[in-house]
């Protein structure tokens, strides 16, 4: 049987249409319930936000009519406190306004609703359990489950469980909101366990089979029989440990069981996290299916919550598309799967910041399908909180114009739906790519850069451990323009919000005193840590297209710190390499997509371990005015790659990694893009690795972007160049390397008129004296020399010397990508890709110990003609190791020589053919998604 309301009366059947029925009357298809419910007419006597379009569906559950058992107030169960008699299985209770029942007992009655216009309270003092399936609480209402002055005690403890009476019933519950704990604009509500320090870092960190923590503080309210959480430190496996408490000796705290696994970070400075999951107030499902559980949301701002545990509640499941997008049509005939069905959910309270915000503090949220803590559209301060094994996010700020702050959060393991961050945002016309975001397994989710987000840690996460994604998700229909394009142009974040950027306010994208939040500088972001997680940091749709030299209006991200950072194992359980999907992969310390004015200071990034070493700081094509101040980073492959467009600076600090920094040139696309200025200035380089600097141009994008002369790179003041300014280099060999550039949808007529057809194979210098044309402008001048650590295309060790010689007659390779090439010595269990966690399985002997390049993975979406090119220093065989499922045009004239390669990513088909010493091209690889391998024989 159903816990939800009985099918309306007649009173109520105006309120009660359907969504469906209701939308469609209006024409609206599939539009959201936000605005488009609004003239949905009040019910006297319920109260409440009548403007709210959630608060009318609320209401309806807890309809006076429906109601059988009726308070006059005092304790819950003297029979002298209700009408008639105490509330029994089914009930469905209301509490009048001036009425204050008290629960002081574990009350066994299975209730259906309870509606609160008075006052209902807890004994702090007595152990108490109410079981229910919906508890309303409407505008005139209290709820009361202790409070800060006289919290619930540890030794007595309240327990709100809601109950599993089978499934939503749609027919008297249409939007599924029921089930849970709901509160109209206008309640109060006071939820407070004696405290609990939430979490704490380690004094020391333990490893396998030891019994005892050891932390920097005595904690409080931690006792024997407790449970607490230890987080993994493996980047790729779930290794967190749920142990339990068999003594506390201040801050050492003795286990019941010895540990597992290590929990040792990769620098003594680091620290692991331990929780505590106990609380003396408990808000919990009484079923384990994800359809049947409850949830909490809060419409009221006179909310204050302190040391409660929020069990496994929440209905929204993230691991596929919610169903009722604003914008957007949802997948055909899919399941209902409602969004706004939280752990811990402020639903729409008010951004304004007049008054004081509504406080989660101390907080557990242990399970969720969805999202554990949510801000959306309110002004709320979440600290010293812990989310654990929440599915798509454990906290979010939903639309983009929240305010308030996440300070002092543990956001521990989250599985996530192996989609990227990108993955789900609005695209017209295709089902399922409705605007739902913070699926793919995060500890933080911003849609806006309006809240503070300081000192908090996450561990554990299936991708970033903190996404800003900065384009609003509206509420409201809006255009699919506004919402396809990669520039946010809702208005959303009043101007007074806005702080240190006058500019900004005084600007064009001002609207009604709105301004989009994807053009605000980000509140605050600061001392925030995250750990064994498949990526550190993502910030996109960052003030896309408003690129300037103003560095005082820059966002900041601050004392950073990322280490042990694992792979991305995509729904399909493929491996996402770091450049992936434009940055979207594992194994980034930071990405930086889409945005621009943003400084990176003081960031710790510590690759760890894993068995393989991503990016640093990392980016897609498009960002803009990144600095790097100060930076640590240590024993990734790359450790920053340049920002494409813009001032990218990098000052001071320390690189350890095997090229410390790559720089790409010839990639700004557009006029109105600022050209790449790289300065690296007093860095201090460690020893080893492959290079201090790796340059290389990219040669099949735009030539506006290769030819313009505006950029550089500088090493403490000094110039360096490509080697692909050098005179004799050749960047279109063929006709259809030109093509590949697309010069129709270039703006290459802003520095030259000659036809793309006339670059066709002349050197730098030719087409200098010809065009003044040269790639990044400039043709490297005869004397000019390489500074130390610095590779333009060559191979070298960290020393600086050549390692051709060992490598046959291999003497350059270039990708007209601009990536990075390794070379190598071809054997079982070598790895195929740069990046990439495939390797070699079974190699014919006669190709054993052959050297062999190693691409960066995604460079197989080349479709240039001579994408990459091999220098040889002698005459030698070439063979090229193919996907067997497609055998590219430019391999018409090789020879099939029958043999095959096992590797983990398939089988490739090995092809061949002889070449004289000098300049071999080869082909690209547009028709798979794996990139061929390349090895040589000397003749």
Not at 344 to 367: K, M, Q, W
Not at 382 to 405: H, I, K, L, Q, Y
Request: overall charge negative; aromatic content about 8%.
């Amino acid at each position: 049987m159903s816990d939800d309301p009985p099918s309306p009366n007649s009173t109520d059947c105006a309120l009660l249409t359907t969504r469906r029925a209701f939308l469609a009357g209006l024409g609206a298809g599939a539009a959201g319930t936000a605005g488009a419910l609004a003239g949905v007419p009040d019910v006297p006597g319920l109260g409440g936000d009548p403007d709210h379009s959630d608060a009318h569906h609320v209401r309806a559950l807890v309809a006076e009519n429906d109601v059988t058992h009726r308070a006059t107030g005092g304790p819950w169960r003297a029979s002298d406190s209700w009408e008639e008699s105490v509330p029994s299985d089914d009930a469905r209770v209301h509490i009048p306004a001036d009425v204050t029942v008290t629960l002081d007992h574990e009350a066994t009655p299975r209730l259906r609703t309870v509606r609160v216009d008075g006052t209902l309270r807890v004994d702090p003092t007595t152990t108490t359990l109410l079981q229910l399936g919906t508890l309303v609480v409407t505008e005139t209402g209290t709820l009361e489950l202790g409070t800060p002055e006289n919290p619930v005690q540890r030794d007595a403890g309240a327990r709100i469980t809601f109950l599993d009476r089978g499934p939503l019933d749609e027919s008297a519950d249409p939007e599924r909101i029921g089930r849970g704990l709901l509160t109209l604009a206008g309640a109060t509500v006071r939820i407070a366990g004696e405290s609990v320090t939430p979490w704490l870092r380690l004094e020391r960190s333990p490893h396998a089979g030891e019994t005892e923590l050891h932390l920097p503080d005595s904690p409080t309210g931690w006792e024997t029989g407790d449970a607490l959480v230890l987080a993994g430190m493996h980047p790729d496996r779930d290794e967190d440990e749920v142990v339990t408490i068999a003594g506390v000796e201040g801050s050492r705290i003795r286990l019941d069981s010895p540990l597992e696994f290590d929990h040792v970070p990769p620098r003594e400075s680091l620290s692991g996290v331990v929780a505590a999951m106990d609380r003396a107030v408990t808000l919990e499902s009484e079923s384990t299916r994800t359809k049947r559980r409850g949830h909490v949301m809060f419409m009221s701002d006179d909310v204050h919550v302190s040391h409660a545990a929020f069990s496994a509640l929440g209905r929204t499941d993230k691991s596929r598309p919610f169903t009722d997008p604003t914008n957007g049509v949802p997948p055909k005939d899919a399941d209902p799967n409602p969004q706004a069905r939280y752990a811990c959910h402020f639903h729409r309270t008010g951004t304004g910041t007049e008054n004081p915000p509504r406080v989660v503090e101390g907080c557990v949220v242990d399970g969720s399908p969805g999202w554990g803590y949510v801000n959306h559209a309110s002004y709320v301060r979440f600290e010293d909180n812990v989310s654990f094994r929440v599915f798509g996010a454990g906290f979010v700020a939903e639309t983009g114009a929240e305010r308030g702050t996440f300070r002092r959060n543990l956001a521990l393991r989250s599985h996530g739906s192996g989609s990227v961050p990108d993955g789900r945002q609005f695209k017209a016309g295709s089902p399922g790519n409705i605007d739902d975001f913070g699926h793919g397994g995060y500890g933080f989710w911003f849609q806006g850069p309006t809240v503070a987000v300081e000192d908090n840690v996450a561990a554990g996460h299936r991708h970033y451990g903190f996404v800003y994604w900065n384009r609003a998700k509206p509420d409201a229909d809006v255009s699919p323009e506004a919402l396809g394009s990669l520039v946010g142009n809702v208005p959303n974040v009043p101007v007074e919000a806005l702080d240190g950027q006058p500019e900004l306010a005084r600007s064009d994208r001002v609207e009604d005193g709105m301004v989009p939040s994807s053009f605000v500088r980000l509140a605050s972001f600061a001392r925030n840590t995250v750990f064994a997680s498949g990526g550190g940091l993502d910030i996109s749709r960052h003030m896309f297209t408003f690129a300037h030299d103003r560095v005082d209006a820059y966002s900041v991200v601050e004392d950073f710190t990322a280490f042990n950072i694992g792979s991305h194992v995509s729904q399909w359980d493929r491996l996402r390499p770091p450049n992936g999907r434009g940055a979207q992969g594992g194994e980034n310390g930071i990405s930086i997509r889409y945005s621009a004015n943003v400084v990176v200071r003081n960031p710790t990034l510590v690759s760890g371990a894993g068995g393989r070493r991503g990016v640093g700081i990392n980016r897609n094509h498009a960002p803009a005015n990144v600095h790097v101040e100060n930076p640590d980073i240590e024993g990734w492959f790359v450790g920053i790659r340049a920002p494409p467009r813009g001032s990218a600076p990098i000052r001071g600090g320390r690189l350890d990694n095997h090229v410390d920094v790559h720089v790409i040139g010839g990639t700004t696309d557009r006029r109105w893009s600022k050209k790449q200025q790289v300065d690296v200035e007093n860095v201090e380089f460690a020893d080893g690795g492959r290079a201090d600097t790796f340059l290389s141009a990219e040669l099949d994008d735009h030539l506006y972007g290769l030819f313009t002369p505006e950029g550089h790179v500088r090493r403490d003041g000094d110039e360096v160049y490509f080697a692909e300014q050098a005179p004799e280099f050749v960047p279109f060999p063929t006709k259809a390397d030109v093509q590949a550039a697309d010069p129709g949808d270039d703006p290459f007529a802003d520095l030259s008129d000659v036809s793309p057809n006339a670059l066709v194979g002349k050197s730098n210098a030719e087409l200098f004296d010809a065009f003044g044309l040269a790639v990044e402008g400039a043709v490297r001048p005869p004397d000019a020399a390489s500074p130390a650590g610095v590779e333009n295309g060559f191979v070298v060790d960290g020393d600086g010397e050549s390692t051709a010689p060992s490598l046959g007659p291999l003497e350059r390779v270039h990708s007209a990508d601009g990536s990075i090439y390794e070379l190598g010595r071809l054997r079982s269990d070598e790895p195929l890709s740069v990046y990439d966690d495939a390797t070699f399985l079974t190699v014919p002997g006669r190709y054993t110990g052959l050297p062999y390049v190693r691409p960066e993975h995604d460079d197989g979406d080349s479709s240039r003609r001579s994408f990459l090119t091999l220098t040889l220093s002698s005459p030698a065989t070439v063979y090229v190791a193919v996907d067997t499922d497609s055998s590219p045009g430019w391999l018409s004239g090789w020879t099939d020589t029958g043999d095959t390669i096992g590797t983990s990513d398939g089988t490739r088909r090995v092809y061949q053919k002889a070449f004289d010493a000098g300049t071999v091209r080869l082909g690209g690889n547009p028709d798979s998604h794996r990139m061929y391998t390349v090895f040589v024989r000397e003749q």
